[in-house]
């Protein structure tokens, strides 16, 4: 079991940048690939980027390619994301999500693929 604990949402106007912070307790943080999600009012949770247990490999949905970041501090059981030029499309609740074994695979893109998740930070982007 890993519990997760999102961070650093907010109010930010379009352009601007938010950092979310994903803090994991429970099992050996580095067993598991990481993932961030986001649901925007009346839609379908989506896939925004997943990380690999090293930090080595990375997946981005097109939407946010080349804005957005993800990264990981092992030492700190930690997972980031990085938003810059944030638009109003971007709002939405963000989740941080854990899969059950290292590596990505195709399955990293879908909610289906993971197996635990934090409750929640809302990202909120006005023009």
């Known amino acids: 079991q890993v519990q997760l604990v999102e961070s650093g949402g907010g109010l930010v106007q379009a352009g601007g940048s938010l950092r979310l912070s994903c803090a994991a307790s429970?099992?050996?943080?580095?067993?598991?690939?990481m993932g961030w999600f986001r649901q925007a009012p009346g839609k379908e949770r989506e896939f925004v980027a997943a990380?690999?247990?090293?930090?080595?490999?990375?997946y981005y949905a097109d939407s946010v390619k080349g804005r957005f970041t993800i990264s990981r501090d092992n030492a700190k059981n930690t997972v980031y994301l990085q938003m810059n030029s944030l638009k109003p499309e971007d709002t939405a609740v963000y989740y941080c999500?854990?899969?059950?074994?290292?590596?990505?695979?195709?399955?990293?893109?879908?909610?289906?693929?993971?197996?635990?998740w934090g409750q929640g930070t809302q990202v909120t982007v006005s023009s």
């Open positions: 999500a854990a899969e059950d074994h290292p590596d990505l695979y195709s399955g990293s893109y879908y909610y289906t693929g993971y197996d635990y």
């Open positions: 429970g099992r050996t943080f580095s067993s598991y690939a």
């Open positions: 990380i690999s247990w090293s930090g080595g490999s990375t």
